[in-house]
């Protein structure tokens, strides 16, 4: 006899939503970029995370916990985008075991030329169909989930913008 807690009527449900959602997304926006920039969505997010960041500029260890990675994937990743000159690699000054992801200036130029197209994918395949609430609603369930899976996430710990 198995002691499994199946899923009532609407956890099936809500669990088949966000798995269309977590299935249909990433490709729908990955083909955005591809026809943009020649880019997945994880290759523009690591794009994005270096923009924001102080000097544009981070530890890979510290990159990779806020675009959710492995060190190996995203050392992959990193190379392709350091073959096309958007990303450089570097010794940290301060301790040589760690090494530095810096976003050049053809890089943020290049992140700058694809923003507003992605800016507006996402807007369309997700925000437009929303209400204040609902996104407000995204953004709760959305770090809750979150919180479950990786505790210590950079994404809980980011401010809110206009809150």
Known sequence: MTNARWLDPEERQAWLALLAVTTLLP???DGALQREGRLTLFDYNVLAMLSEAEDRTLPMSELAARTYAS??????VVKKLEQRGWVLRSQ??????????ALTDDGFAAIEQMAPGHVESVRQAVFDGLDRRDVADLERIGKRIVHQLEP????????????
Not at 71 to 76: M, Q, V, Y
Not at 92 to 101: E, I, L
């Open 71 to 76: 060190l190996s994937r995203l050392s992959h």
């Open 92 to 101: 940290c000054t301060a301790d040589a075991r760690v090494t530095m992801a």
């Open 27 to 29: 490709g729908n926006l």
């Open 152 to 163: 210590s996430s950079w994404v809980l710990r980011e401010p809110r913008i206009n809150s």
